[in-house]
């Protein structure tokens, strides 16, 4: 399929001047899992590498449950990358735990994908060809079959180089080579992933606040394209596979996916929510009586609206905190209860209120409905619905959770349509421009594919403004299967 | 131990008008449950009653682990109660996993209780003398013990009464006595307890928001004293136990224990909350960039301070949602990721500013000094710590989780040296008055004990306001043991 | 409820001469417990006390699913209980895992139980009229609290003997009380227990096995009425609670309970079985090909078959010793998959061929025609059933798991009419004196309950023939319950 | 490594003749494998296969923990395979559970193989230079890339034909290709696979037992070297690969592997053992006033010696029939309860007697001195060891659980040593003639390696006798691999 989606967290560890091999390497990539698991709660996996034989633990489920101290003692190393994973309906099984792990005949590769390969049929497909098989359904076991053939014929970041020429799609790896780390981001810059320094080498991880976690001090973000190679040596080197300026960073990682507390490209997560709540105020202001929330993903952007429009900043949603696996009967009144469990209303904050309500985004619809008639039920007088994000009326190709465009409420309805649908008594999307100025970065190098319908990559059937930049060409050359 | 901590959590579901013995009641328990997680988290327990046999899930461990849907679908009744503990160390064993179950000559009893006894010591001396034993460390075992002794002698509100007179300290019980459903509440009301209409019967919880979750309706708070009777017919019965006006409800469920979109004898918590970071702004301005909270407990309070100074709101640290059990390797740098994963610093919002930080209290001193290190580590310029409560200089004896009094901090160490050990710039408390008048109750009938180190209650060792009110020797009378 | 099928295996452990505190006394209850997993599949339970605290664990399950090494080093003391136990339906809950543990004023009790009493629910009446509670459905409660009735006014023996004048029935117990161990036996001696020496201390246990497997020395058995006090100081002290010689020794041991390598009462239990297996071959002849048991119980009376009679013995019938949970689905081929999932014919043996089939008992009938169906079959000639035990017509109310009198195939049908039932070709049940006989112990001295309708305790509705040992008055007072 | 030690079973199930998809074939496997639990216990697997996606599950541990009805439920299909697997040290992780899975151009394959390949270095490095990868330690994955890169060239069958050509060594497999199921036996029937008729399908298992498990009827053993394909439409066509008459049966399956109730190429295990025992009593005979068996595999082979000698029967060891994880204390007492636990010393039945002591084999020695030990603790006059195999000289190339030749107790002792060293009386090993004749197979049909040191296969090495029917040189083509 060419839309799963794969919202997922990486991270690579590797210390270069240890004592000799120790755990310490799979404590921190526990750890820096652990601060990623919002990106992705199905199953996880850790691989540590100690130069001779690989040792993994891989599970169904959160960070939380997956490891034991006794597990994670027993896997020494010096390097490792590590994995959490929010899986598509129907591919939640323990083969597709990830780090993909493979021996070959120059020795053990592990890798650890955030993204989705857009071509990832064809690579598919091209791959069965010649042959080869496939035991999961992963784009990490595309690019490794692709690797393995490069890694025959050159050299480690050769190879990354020849495959990141036949890969389209988002990717941010961390692969371990041989006990070689390397970062490697896709030459759009789509999904984020940075390296920091961390007490006797060097991490790379999907998101700053992993670093945080272990104390690693971030050094900066991955540029589109390029290839950091973290060597058991302590060497660093850096190599850039594209010349182009081009970069389409997702926009939803600030909207509503990443950890606030996370620097992406440059811009804290935090401060972007808050300047988009101010431009939210800016563009659509509104004469009420309290700026509410929608927990967690709205509270930034309401901040910001309530600081531009000068209105008072209240909660009147209340997330419960402890929300694992819940079960419900069959029953209507019982789905009710199970949405309440997750959120409530504080009802005297809401009572006969005229309240701006701040959600990250407007998806199929429901869940604002949802959301909106808890809160008149509470009392509130009014409620104006002010969106984080501009309507969504395109699918997203390159991993981001998201609906077919017949589920979208914004293809099929007009704003007003919208409002009502959602019971609100106004409501205002921030508009493309003001998420752009908001962000902090040049629209020319941010993805607003479900914003747009225009995409950074070619998929048929969409339009896409990648031309001069990433060829399909390029990345399929003509020639390049025949011999095959 | 007289200072048992044993922050927990009740509830009560009966159901009068329903089909045949349904398992609802089971579910409504469970929702409820999960909404008083944060009332505890070592173990939780369902009983309910078929008007034959009672049965029951009990387990170690979180809401969402204990049941399962299979387990819960077995557990039919009309009635039940339910329980979340948080026990004191030591006791963490499922023979204490309440609620305390029993069967006497009269049938049958289950009981859930939140609170502490403070004459618990010499009431199981009692009882054992007369031969009888104790299979847990519970209080709700000497409460069944007594109950079930009255239980032979008088009907069941008489022989709570009974009990009610025997037993001192802090209580919010539900009870299941052959079918019939008792919320208690002790008679200084130091325990939260309230109830309310749901679909066909009704439910006595802890705190309102279990109410919200199973679409209940307030009806109202316990009163301090009272006895509620919830009959299987359908009936609602109220009997005052009391008829003084005393009270002396726990003032750290406003501060830091309670949900904040719960409603606790009145006042909403959360605008409790607000009302304390007015107060606290007021009596310890400060010249700052940002007002910063403590995540969760003090970011009602810091609102609060933020809008009553007029200085901008910004988050600087940020609560990973996902923690559940962590493991460390006994390694120094190991703990300070422990730390570091439960909450991280967000830089940019910190770098080079003058930070108001509102935390909810000061206990040991030893996590604030860690948070504050953070901050500054973060490059904040300085760190005016503002506590949302006084200085707590005695232990609680009533069932909140604190230290005993060497261990706390302001009983050896004047304001200013608490503001050096915690590395503050400067520290402002929030005074006595200034917290009721925030919380909006009488002082008279708040339990001020761990602030004042005067009790409502008798301690042995301590000051007691409560002579006229609670005499120990109305509890427990001189004769009163001869002739048994 | 008179008759639960209570199958339970019970040990004690105390260590005199030790180092400090250690865990070997855990280690030596568990692997005594898996030595006795065959007298109980549902929950097992360990308590160990070191002088001032127990310490427990107890599970729902197998020995070996129910402990780990972890928790096992954990639980440290000198002296401790352990129980593995099969319960009746309806009561396989935490609650009722024993040992029984409670405490009184006097210190810590922890009961291990192995019986059932006919006066149970008298005993809870009383009991509960005294105020006093029930928290589980055990024998062993009600034997605790009698037990601290009795320990309030005198000292543990005589509490002891006071105890057994007033519990009637079947009781095996090893009892720690503050640190000494105790062992009882039942006036009639129905449910087998034994001691030995182990390294530095005692154990007693269920039967001589798990002597064996702790490497233990068997001393004796306990006589009936006897109860064994292992003194923390290493004294061993035997006190007799009966003057009479009457016993009444449960023949089931020696049918099918106990295992063959176990010496009860001064017989081995495989000796046993080989000459139940004489006498029935001499009693009921067959001319037949080969001898066959049903696995496993059969095997020792099957092989005395075959020696007395001198026909071939070969196994026909072939258990699959892998058998755990198995589920099936409600199916008919599912079902009589289920059966050969356990237990195979082996068809070369049994094609043409005239089968002596040696069973321990017929219970329902059921088993055993599905038994000879499978073996028919496999091809064979001709199956003459023969039972290693005579028809049971009564049920037992002293712990065995039988049905009720209704569902004895015997207590409807003729010998013939089992005959045709089963679907063999002749039958042959030992007689009672042939069982006697074979056993070795006199038959005054054993329990003939279940096959003589004549109980050695009264049970009301039933014959008893006590009457001069075992007075129901002399157990029951007379004016003991005159007024309640 | 040349020689893993892997002892699996396998299974296949087909059903041509059902109501649209449906989980019967899912439970057959768990069936079929629950029966073949004896030749694997440590991971498991099913897949199954609804003519467009495979559905498995995989997990560690036995067949009892490893399913559970829902999840079985869920997978649904009219064919599918199964697996269990004793692995070697180091290999037993989830990545190298069975049956191997995977998706070609072709479609989907699932494979379970039970033996070992004798070049599977050689193929694995091979299909590295290709640039082949492998996910897992298993010689299914290698036999998987073999077999997809011939289906590209040609038919299923013909593919397997190829595949044959190139493995060398032990294999028995049932593997699914697109919905069709196919059973192989390698050419020189090393492993045992049969195959028979099912309702409304087949199955091919391991050992008959499977089928005896589901209800199915043994049609034949699989002949050496024979392909059996079962189509979706019902048909079955068997093609033989080999005319050569040649086979190597391992005699291990008789000795002690496969279940007594098994028949394997057309004999009775069972009563190859008994006839073992037979030739055992004429070889070396013992005036003894026992014999007793090892349990269990000794049991049917001390039942043979005994009528053949004449002398009687007695069981004198005990196996604990409910013995699963177990761990000790790093202590020697405990490490003697341990083996105690597993088998006991039936005291009376060996008490100044002379005992014949029938074993399947004697490998380090180590075993037969600690049983031996154990049985003249318990008072045995003499231990007159009888071993149903000849002495053990050579390794295992071909799967069987055997150590290093300096490990094997016959490579270095003489029969007096080893007499010795195990403290036997007197020792008596069949002869390799013995064996043959009790087998009741021609000596060339059978492998003997372990007793001859001379192998059917080609081992870098070791001699090998099977130059004429399965050259090296057949399998590995001249100009392919010439270095080696």
Known sequence: MINLKEECGVAGVIIHDPAPPTNIVAFKLYYALYALQHRGQDSTGIVVFDGSKPRSIKRMGLVSEAYSRDTLQDIVGYVGVGHVRNATYGTQTIENCQPFVLNFKGGTIAISHNGNLVNSTELRDELES?????????????????LVKELLKQEPVDALKSVMKRIIGSYALTIMINGDLYAVRDPIGNKPICYGEIEGGYAAVSESVALDTIKGKLVRDLMPGEIIVFKKTGEVESIMTTDSSFAAHCVFEYIYLARPDSIIDGQLVYSARERIGNELAREHPAAADIISPVPDSGIAAAIGYSRESGTKYLEGLMKNRYIGRTFILPHQEMREMAVRLKMNTIGEN??????????????????????????????????????ASPPIVGPCYLGIDMPTRAELIATHKTIEGICAAVNADTIGYLSADGLVKAIGIDKSKLCLGCITESYPVPIPGEKCYCDKQCKMDDFVPEGEKKEE
Chains 1, 2, 3, 4 share one sequence.
């Open 130 to 146: 010649e042959g080869r098989i496939f035991t999961t359904a992963l784009d990490a076991e595309i690019i490794g079959l692709l």
């Open 350 to 387: 809401l009572k006969d209120k005229s309240v701006v309500l701040v959600d990250d985004s407007v998806v199929r619809g429901t869940t604002s409905r949802r959301i909106i008639d808890m809160i008149k039920d509470a009392g509130a007088k009014e409620v104006h619905l002010r969106v």
